[in-house]
């Protein structure tokens, strides 16, 4: 017995090693990746994304009917789906669901998301009939969320509680894998749904292993106690040596990036942020700090995207052009070195969040980076809240670097509508009518090349303002033992059809 | 004695306030706001200042600080230390759930220090300025200095990544059944980590008071009677200079309990101590002042214990 100290037997589970402590497992309050990694097992929504980002359905038999006024979305859902207590998964369950994020004091974390439906109709068992206050296409990707819970268990709940409810903890779902065990802080086990509508899963279920930390989970990798994690990029290399493991890699729509306060003296004038483009290292700052993994960003639309559009405005590294820039902007170099205009010199602060290594470090890259131009760039690292609420959120800052997750349907407004209540993200205070007409334009629409269209122009005119520098497009690795086969990693979705994997010890 | 400990035991409430008001404070005061785990940022503004509004009064947020203060106190005064904010689970089972294996984990861990400590101490003793007192002073200031994560970091990369010896974090594999050997081989590395500046500490407790036992006059007493110098040490010398550590006993059970926070997040131990470091990050208020008050509770008995048992064992103390 204590010969095999070390290796857990795999015995057909997938072991997935995380730093996520899950908080809840009810899919209508859960908030953190978690959560969302464990319900994404349990759970299924009536639409998904398949491997190249097309929506498709899942529980629904065909895609959404929607009406001529665009005002309602209409899809029906196939008979026969159950729940893993054996009861059937009907239309009432969906409009149960969707009610209780709608209800304000249930204070789900996804109540902003269906703030356009105005209500829910369930003529039959199998059909749901959203009936929308205004056109709002950005709605559809909310149903390829595994949001529905079983309304026979939680009607039960007390809806400002949910989360104290007994299945938010021992959730039934209607997903491939069925909920076995949770010892918190420790690990959760799921176990292969026999009657999942898209068949049972070939793995004899999965082990979500818990670790207080990444470095944890590598070394639960390397030691072959796990089979499954994700890996950062400082650590891919070391991965890559092992025998017994392989890494996948993939681009997600995660990227980092400079905003500039353009109600400040320094960055009203494009000519100084298209300079600040020009000064940037990105492919020193991608090799350096990145190791190399991931991409050089030119904006804010990750090129695996659907609506991506390449024929924008670059800003290959060039010193000469960023200095005739500042120069035509008025920015003329002064006596000790650093650039004056009107008597003000420029001297700006880079404001960082802290705990981040790689920002940490990328932005006295950029301050050294753009010393050669005249700029005195001061990094100035603070603790994440305090960044947001005492500097960034209300206006107190020069500039900032930090990263962003945008979504796979196209829509950004939240980073670039000028209206604060749209463009809730638009943290840089940048202001453009066309950029606002394009976005509420394409909300109005369900045609994806209608769509397609705006989100192109979008591009054009973002990558001429640039009211924000894009550094670098963060790439994603998923690192598997061998023994785990069929693993299948796309670029913006990550690891796709667990339940179809095989574990061969 | 009876009437000491009341007197200790009423002298201990005002302290334990002073403790809660300061922790309740400190705690407010820190950088953080919990309302913005209820609201995704992206939409904060979207959402309208009801809605925040709602959550803020959902939370209890909605009050000045010190009416918060007193509505938690009364609560805690019938029992009732709340409910997680994220969690929505009351702190107390929250924390009932984790206190076991945080409190397994600390006796193992004293248990190694006192096993390794006491014979270690005592040949430093008796083997005065020898090569077995530098090199078991030196392993014990090397003890006292190591910083615990670090310390961890390396049990775990020899045992378990260069050896494969040992498990790397956990505290079963076993989750149907209870089996010792399971637990046996999780525990050994962190409780050695928790253990360590205890046992650092402790064998230079021991090496001190037997240095100055044995130089008493009833030693040298003892030993012209002619008794062997195994029942000098062990019967006359020993049980004088364990005073020192039986008090050093109480003082350790706070000790071990907050070293057990780092030592825990280390090990994945699913214990009261990483609960607590996740309760500050998420500035999640009640878990953490439940949290805080078992620790200062348990650091006020212990001090108790530490002062009684020194009455205990040494008939010299009296308390009246």
């Not at chain 1, 990750?302 to 820039?325: E, I, M, R, S």
Request: glycine content about 6%; aromatic content about 12%.
């Amino acid at each position: 017995m204590w010969s095999c100290f070390c290796k857990t037997k795999s015995n057909g589970y997938i072991r997935w090693a995380t730093f996520s402590d899950p908080k809840t497992l009810c899919p209508i309050m859960s908030d953190d990746s978690g959560s969302s990694d464990v319900i994404g097992m349990l759970f299924t929504g009536p639409y998904k994304y398949d491997k190249k980002t097309n929506m498709v359905p899942d529980m629904a038999t065909a895609m959404p009917e929607i009406s001529k006024d665009n005002l309602t979305i209409k899809f029906k859902i196939k008979p026969g789906i159950k729940w893993h207590d054996g009861v059937e998964l009907t239309s009432a369950d969906i409009k149960f669901s969707y009610d209780l994020i709608r209800d304000p004091q249930v204070l789900s974390p996804r109540y902003a998301d269906f703030m356009s439906i105005k209500n829910i109709e369930t003529p039959d068992k199998y059909t749901v009939i959203i009936n929308l206050k205004e056109v709002d296409s950005a709605f559809l990707d909310n149903l390829t969320n595994p949001y529905i819970i079983p309304k026979h268990i939680w009607e039960k709940a007390d809806k400002t509680k949910l989360k104290e409810f007994e299945a938010a903890r021992k959730p039934i779902g209607n997903g491939p894998y069925m909920f076995k065990e949770w010892k918190k802080s420790e690990r959760i086990e799921v176990v292969p749904f026999k009657d999942y509508y898209d068949g049972a899963p070939k793995n004899s279920g999965v082990i979500y292993d818990i670790t207080p930390s990444t470095a944890t989970a590598l070394v639960k990798m390397e030691t072959q106690e796990d089979n499954m994690t994700q890996v950062p990029e400082s650590d891919v290399a070391r991965m890559k040596t092992k025998p017994f493991l392989t890494v996948k890699p993939y681009t997600s729509t995660t990227f980092d990036y400079i905003v500039y306060n353009i109600k400040s003296p320094f960055f009203s004038d494009k000519r100084v942020r298209q300079a600040f483009t020009y000064a940037i290292n990105k492919e020193a700052i991608l090799k350096g700090i990145y190791k190399g993994i991931g991409q050089v960003a030119e904006g804010s639309y990750v090129p695996a995207l659907w609506c991506y559009n390449p024929n924008v405005k670059k800003y290959p590294y060039d010193l000469a052009k960023a200095k005739a820039l500042l120069d035509e902007a008025g920015w003329k170099v002064g006596p000790d070195g650093i650039r004056v205009k009107n008597g003000k010199k420029f001297e700006v602060k880079i404001l960082t969040n802290q705990g981040n290594k790689m920002r940490e470090k990328a932005v006295v890259l950029v301050q050294n980076q753009l010393k050669p131009l005249g700029i005195k760039v001061e990094p100035r690292i603070l603790d994440w809240n305090t960044m947001w609420s005492n500097y960034i959120d209300i206006g107190k800052f020069d500039l900032y670097y930090s990263g962003f997750i945008t979504g796979i349907t196209g829509d950004q407004t939240v980073m670039f509508h000028s209206d604060k209540t749209i463009g809730s993200f638009n943290r840089g205070r940048y202001v453009n009518p066309r950029i606002d007409e394009l976005y509420t334009l394409a909300k109005k629409t369900f045609d994806k090349n209608q769509q397609k269209k705006y989100f192109f122009e979008a591009q054009q005119i973002i990558a001429e303002d640039q009211p924000m520098t894009f550094i670098v497009y963060r790439g994603r690795n998923w690192t598997f033992n061998k023994e785990v086969t069929g693993t299948e990693v796309y670029n913006l979705l990550g690891f796709m059809n667990m339940d179809k994997w095989v574990v061969t010890k | 004695m009876l009437k000491y400990t009341l007197k200790r035991i009423l002298q201990a409430i005002p302290l334990l306030i002073i403790i809660s008001i300061l922790t309740y404070l400190i705690i407010n005061l820190a950088p953080g706001d919990p309302t913005a785990f209820f609201i995704n940022p992206e939409k904060a503004s979207r959402l309208g200042p009801d809605y925040v509004a709602n959550i803020k009064h959902h939370l209890g947020l909605d009050q000045p600080l010190h009416i918060r203060y007193f509505k938690w106190l009364g609560n805690v005064l019938r029992g009732d230390f709340g409910e997680s904010f994220f969690e929505q689970r009351s702190v107390m089972s929250i924390l009932w759930e984790a206190l076991p294996n945080t409190i397994i984990l600390s006796l193992v861990a004293e248990l190694i220090a006192l096993i390794v400590a006491i014979p270690a101490g005592i040949i430093c003793a008796l083997k005065r300025n020898s090569i077995w007192d530098y090199i078991f002073s030196t392993i014990s200031f090397i003890g006292m200095s190591l910083p615990t994560f670090w310390f961890g970091l390396m049990l775990i990369l020899v045992f378990s990544l260069k050896l494969g010896w040992l498990p790397t974090a956990g505290m079963r594999d076993n989750f149907d059944a209870f089996v010792f050997t399971d637990r046996l081989r999780h525990i050994i590395l962190p409780a050695i980590v928790l253990g360590m500046g205890g046992m650092a500490a402790n064998m230079r407790y021991m090496r001190g008071a037997m240095l100055e036992v044995i130089r008493q006059d009833y030693i040298r007493t003892a030993r012209s009677k002619g008794l062997s110098e195994k029942v000098v040490i062990v019967k006359h010398a020993l049980r004088n200079a364990l005073i020192p550590i039986v008090t050093m006993f109480g003082f350790s059970i706070p000790a071990l309990f907050s070293g057990a926070a780092i030592t825990e997040t280390i090990f994945a131990w699913p214990g009261v101590g990483r609960i607590a470091i996740e309760a500050v990050f998420s500035n999640d208020y009640p878990l953490v002042m439940g949290n805080f008050m078992i620790i200062a509770v348990m650091t006020v008995v212990g001090s108790l214990v530490a002062d009684l048992l020194y009455a205990v064992v040494d008939p010299r103390i009296k308390y009246e």
